[in-house]
């Protein structure tokens, strides 16, 4: 599919919509996605398409920018509800305490929403060695277009979840087109600048490598074996039954069967990997996974049988241990992107946290006071998060 937004662009700029298949098939768009930008390349699109796992959007498209017969940009909007429950794409769940304070009924007062350009590193895409003033034109063509997208599909809000702060030009291309700016979670990744794992623990201050050689430890006297396998027919259900007790624990609306088809999807359309621990010869008790982008590693999900867990230290083992040691020892990866949430564990173990953003441009009447706030200049939230009962602390 290739429509006309029905808005019109600047001299020499048309805008069109792009069904998945076909911006996911062309590769003008995959040329614009970069190593940060996993969730807009066509592999993904895939995964999207399938239209399966426990946040199912209402609409999803891709709008385009092109020069001529080339694509000078693009964006993927997604449209939720409150039919998915999760944080990473309600907005109401991003928004502060205190400005969801100001409606009785926060969500329907945001909701349905225009999530714009993923929920990790949202952004406008554009392509390789676009002008900087051509750049900054296009992109903000399509805040526009996505705008007026919001506005053609009964939205409340449109907004970029996870833009990076260092953005200044496309955030001052957002809060000149209405959009107010919250904090966001920090984006962590971990560099991958190491020969192998030990030199990965040398290079720490005193405190962390022994933190560090401690779980070890506690790992190797509790008889836990691990493995590093592909995502496949033979480690969906494993890895679907942990990610759901996960879920479970934090309250998620997401079933079994969920996350079985969505892990499924993932397997089908994507190069992953599962690493998992086990005690002795049993089944897998801790597992997260890792979807392979160019030269980055992005950890998508874990999970954990809390029982079989407690007292020991599987976030850790699973979560670092395991990953930074296969990323240290694979030289075509450079970083493993660990995505939000959970600062403090992810620094003490490693980790560089980098500020991100929260756009938000209100398209009705009630949501209007969501432009009472405003904030500017580089925003840097992160507050520990308890881990309790994986972590064995």
């Known amino acids: 599919m290739c429509v006309d937004t029905g808005v019109r662009g600047t001299v020499d700029v048309s805008l069109r919509e792009l069904g998945l298949a076909q911006a996911g098939a062309d590769p003008r768009w995959e040329a614009m996605c970069g190593p ?35 694509i000078a940009a693009g964006v993927v909007v997604q449209q939720f509800d409150r039919d998915a429950d999760d944080e990473t794409v309600r907005l109401d769940k991003m928004l502060p305490a205190e400005v969801l304070a100001r409606w009785d009924d926060p969500v329907s007062a945001v909701q349905p929403s225009l999530m714009c350009g993923t929920w990790f590193n949202s952004t406008v895409l554009t392509a390789p060695g676009l ?3 051509q750049r900054e034109k296009v992109r903000r063509e399509l805040v526009d277009a996505v705008v007026e997208r919001g506005r053609q599909w009964g939205c409340a809000t449109v907004f970029f979840p996870f833009l990076d702060a260092d953005d200044v030009q496309l955030r001052e291309a957002l809060r000149d087109a209405g959009f107010a700016e919250f904090p966001a979670p920090a984006r962590h990744i971990f560099n991958c600048d190491f020969p192998n794992y030990e030199s990965f623990v040398a290079s720490l201050r005193s405190h962390k490598r ?12 509790a008889g836990i074996s691990t493995a590093c396998q592909a995502l496949d027919g033979s480690t969906v259900e494993t890895a679907a039954r942990l990610a759901h007790l996960l879920e479970r624990k934090y309250d998620q609306r997401s079933t079994f069967d969920e996350m079985a088809a969505w892990f499924e999807a993932i397997a089908r359309h994507t190069d992953t990997v599962v690493f998992t621990a086990s ?8 597992m997260s996974m890792w979807i392979h982008h160019e030269d980055r590693m992005y950890g998508f999900h874990a999970g954990f049988d809390y029982e079989q867990c407690q007292g020991l230290p599987m976030y850790s083992l699973a979560g670092f241990h395991l990953p930074i040691e296969y990323g ?59 881990i309790d009962g994986v972590t064995g602390e």
């Not at 005690?279 to 801790?286: Q, S, V």
């Not at 992107?337 to 980098?354: H, P, V």
């Open 210 to 221: 022994h933190r560090l050689r401690r779980e070890s430890a506690a790992v190797r006297a």
């Open 328 to 386: 240290c020892s694979h030289p075509g990866i450079r970083a493993l992107e660990y995505g939000c949430s959970s600062d403090q564990a992810k620094l003490i173990r490693g980790t560089t946290g980098m500020a991100q953003v929260l756009c938000v441009k209100p398209l009705t009447a009630l949501a209007q006071p969501l432009l009472n706030h405003r904030s500017g200049g580089t925003v840097w939230v992160g507050l520990p998060e308890s």
């Open 131 to 133: 002008a900087g003033s």
């Open 36 to 70: 940060g930008d996993l969730f807009c390349t066509g592999r993904w699109l895939a995964v999207e398409r399938e239209a399966v796992g426990p946040w199912v959007p209402r609409a999803r498209s891709c709008l385009a920018a092109f020069d001529g017969p080339e």
């Open 279 to 286: 005690r002795g010869t049993g089944p897998p008790i801790a």
